[in-house]
């Protein structure tokens, strides 16, 4: 314990303090996010319902990036939209902890929705700012690490609710989570992006925003299957396959919080090595291991025994999120002049709400199309194969020293 802290400490205490943030965060939204879609389904309600409701989430946050983004560019604190991030999740939460009809799901998607359109960009921004002397991509390698400790306890202690037949307490989670959130950002507040103004003030966004198109595309690419395994992977495990026979709702829950639990064992080491490289290295890694990874759950639909290949699958899913969170961030970073960062990052941020929004709704369509989800698993391989084209087109600006 004593060496893990001492390792701990050669981070900057700003980074630490905004560490511990997300990590709470993190362990409050990890039951919320992978397991709302069991909690609804055993409020019989159809694939595309529960879909639907996480799509238009995702499109609630879509005006509250952009401006999220611009206001930080101008020198807004990033505290205040994470504490109002905060608010609305607090809002949502108590709405779908006793919501049984879909006016109440929709209520409380839209108001969580809303709150990821906020918190992420300034979540995001503040690594940059909180990372001195470290660099950034070690910084981000960091905060991911604590995403992915979060969220994997999170799933694992709404896996334990859903086996004791308590699944909506997910919400009640969160909610404590997030008043220990708002606590500590009163009394440690995030830093201020106010000294970004002394930057250059020749870049325009025809010089900065064309480079970035790239990123953009393979982001809504990448980050599709992270959406996939919140929305259509807990549904494809309860319901079964063309051979596969359906999953207990615990036993979905337990395999979500596998796939979490190897993201959390990846995470740091992954991203630490990965950050002394090009971004590109890691982006197109990530790719590959999220082709390999849909291949594996396609398959697990023609066998009886599928649930080795899905457990299987998670490997590869595992590593292809370790691979490319921290060195997206890392690269929109690398690929923006520093007073565009905010506005860079809502947009980076804006490509997780477009997956979120089309993705799963293609996958509940062909998932009460076809009943199974082989054809949507083969889909996604061939999208990941055909995406490595994106990386090559990757340029990013000189980076600083990666220590």
Known sequence: MARAGSWFHQFPAPLRELVLIRLIGSLGAGGVVYLTPMVFHQADFSASSVTQGLALAALAGTGGR???????????????PVLMAVLLSLAGDSLLAGAWGWSGFLQGQLLLGASMGLYWPAIELAVPLSCEPVSSA?????????????????????????????????????????????L??????????????LSRTGDTWRSWLPPLLPLLALTVLATAMPALMQSALPLDIVRGGLQRPPLPDSQG???????????????????????????????????????CGSLLLAVSALHVGGAWLIMLAQLPLALGQAAFLPI????????????????????????????????????????????????????????????????????PRAAGPRI
């Not at 991203?271 to 999220?290: D, E, I, K, M, N």
Request: aromatic residues 4%; hydrophobic residues 55%.
């Open 66 to 80: 952009l401006l999220c983004g611009l206001l930080l560019d101008r020198g807004l604190n990033c505290t205040v």
């Open 253 to 291: 829950a337990l395999m979500i919080g596998l796939q979490l639990a190897l993201l959390l064992l990846l995470q740091w080491p992954v991203g630490q090595a990965l950050a002394r490289r090009p971004v590109g290295t890691g982006l197109g890694l990530s790719l590959v291991c999220f082709a």
């Open 328 to 395: 997206a961030s890392e690269a929109v970073v690398e690929l923006t002049p520093l007073k565009h960062q905010g506005l860079a990052l809502a947009l980076f941020s804006q490509c997780f709400a477009v997956s979120a929004l089309t993705a799963p709704l293609l996958a509940g369509q062909l998932l009460d199309r076809q009943g199974h989800g082989a054809g949507l698993w083969l889909t996604m391989t061939l999208l990941y194969l055909v995406g490595l084209r994106l990386v090559r087109l990757l340029h």
């Open 184 to 197: 500590l950002l009163l009394l440690r507040p995030l830093p201020d992006p106010r000294p970004r103004s």
């Open 138 to 182: 070690r910084g981000y390698a960091l905060a991911r690490s604590a995403d992915a400790a979060g969220i994997a306890a999170g799933a694992l202690l709404g896996a334990l609710l859903a086996w004791g037949g308590r699944l909506r307490g997910i919400y009640l989670v969160d909610i404590a989570c997030l008043v220990v959130m708002a």
